[in-house]
């Protein structure tokens, strides 16, 4: 089996650009996945967002989280669990319109660090893409203007945390699914490990890192790539020590954003093209019910309404 795909950023401002960047597109083809290092967000600063994370589940999630495991028996369960997920969470949204001030028991420091947090990681996120677009053969600023929309982008955070477990072999921190948006950017614990993805029929984790960013693509990319870069079914193996933190932090299109492969993409690699035309709000309602199933029936449902649906041909200029 290969190694997972280390990018090291500061070594696309020098002579290894070229290798580094066949680097980040062999991960984008092959794997899905990749993990930055050297990403330009400050060590310190992610100690800190690391520390208020987890003072903040302490505080405010931890007894919570005990007693819906309780209400529910889950500590005493003899057979698997498909249905829910062993974890803690709540949401963070940034773009088009912020509810950090509107999220209920946060510290002040809290929401002006992730506040912070946020600003550094869009900033992130769309270097990413325009080195996307850059290996893609697309003109750079493509896939941020694909993913705008009328608004602007939808950007937020998820913040998770996954508790020790009692039964890690019948219930899954997070069950298995590729996820739906565009580029995913995390900031995971370096010590408590449980994150894996599936390739080549084998599930291989993704190692946990100090002050690492963890990249993966969403279904979108998929599509604007016309399946030269895919999604990639992933989960997080819940464990009996520690607990484990997780900030994903989702840079996705905007609601109203029309989503479909790029023509450059297309003519140039002269194939067909496979995936369909479809508003990007309308792709996560139909996600919403089938997350943790397969994501090709999904594609298919949108080929089916295409050409009913008021959209428009894909045109070339």
């Known amino acids: 089996m290969a190694t997972f795909p280390v990018i090291n950023m500061e070594k696309l401002n020098g002579e290894e650009r070229a290798s580094t960047m066949e680097m980040i597109n062999d991960a984008c083809e092959n794997w899905g996945f990749f993990e930055l290092v050297n990403h330009g967000i400050d060590p310190e600063f992610m100690d800190t967002v690391e520390k208020l994370t987890k003072e903040h589940y302490r505080k405010s999630m931890e007894q919570r989280f005990k007693e819906m495991v309780a209400s529910k028996g889950l500590e005493a369960v003899q057979s698997e669990i ?103 950017l995390l900031f995971q614990d370096d010590k408590v490990s449980g994150l894996q993805l599936l390739k080549d029929g084998q599930w291989v984790d993704v190692p946990p ?14 599509v604007i790539t016309n399946g030269k870069y895919k999604s990639v079914l992933h989960r997080v193996i819940a ?3 520690g607990n484990r933190m997780s900030l994903a932090s989702f840079y996705n299109p905007g609601s109203d954003a029309v989503i479909y492969p790029a023509p450059t993409l297309v003519e140039k690699e002269e194939e067909k093209y496979l995936y369909p035309k479809f508003v990007f709000d309308d792709y996560m309602k139909l996600y919403a019910g089938l997350k943790f199933q397969a994501k090709e029936p999904r594609f298919e449902a949108f080929k089916n309404i295409e050409n009913t649906a008021n959209l428009g041909p894909i045109v070339t200029a």
Not at 89 to 99: A, D
Request: aromatic share 8%.
């Open 82 to 184: 498909d249905d829910l997920d062993w974890e803690s969470t709540f949401f963070l949204r940034h773009l088009p319109v912020s509810n950090i001030s509107e999220v209920p028991d946060l510290e002040d420091e809290y929401r002006k660090v992730m506040k912070e947090f946020a600003a550094q990681l869009e900033i992130l996120a769309e270097q990413l893409l325009d080195l996307l677009c850059e290996n893609l053969g697309l003109e750079k600023g493509y896939l941020k203007k694909a993913f705008y929309g009328s608004k602007g982008p939808n950007f937020g955070t998820k913040v998770s945390n996954y508790p020790p477990c009692p039964k890690p072999d019948l219930i899954k921190g997070l069950r298995a699914h590729t996820d739906a948006g565009g580029i995913i």
């Open 209 to 222: 890192m100090r002050h690492s960013i963890v990249i993966n693509l969403g279904d979108q990319l998929e």
């Open 239 to 241: 464990q009996t020590d």
